[in-house]
Nanobody, 124 residues
């Protein structure tokens, strides 16, 4: 079992920045594929970005490419989503997700564990 703890959500005006973090903890499971999803009211959950912590390779949804960045700490247990140039359409609950897989499987964006979510609100 993996516990994911997210932090860093909040409210910001359009054009502003927010930084989300997610820390994975487990006594017997190593997560090497971690990502972020978001869900806006009335919409389906959508993938935002993920990182394969074994080599730091990452991928982003087209809607956030060039504005968001993802990084990890030296232990590979905490990931950071740096969100810049935020738009009102980025408003959503953001969820951290984690799994243990190969690099190729990480790109399938299938995760075993999920956090509780942190709210991001961007006003115009």
């Amino acid at each position: 079992q993996v516990q994911l703890v997210e932090s860093g959500g909040g409210s910001v005006q359009a054009g502003g920045s927010l930084r989300l973090s997610c820390t994975a903890s487990s006594s017997n499971y190593r997560s090497n594929c971690m990502g972020w999803f978001r869900q806006a009211p009335g919409k389906q959950r959508e993938w935002v970005a993920h990182i394969f912590t074994d080599d730091g390779s990452a991928s982003f949804a087209d809607s956030v490419k060039g504005r968001f960045a993802i990084s990890q700490d030296k232990y590979g247990t905490t990931i950071i989503l740096q969100m810049n140039s935020l738009k009102p359409e980025d408003t959503a609950m953001y969820y951290c997700a984690a799994g243990s897989s190969s690099r190729a499987y990480c790109y399938t964006r299938v995760f075993d564990f999920w956090g509780q979510g942190t709210q991001v609100t961007v006003s115009s």
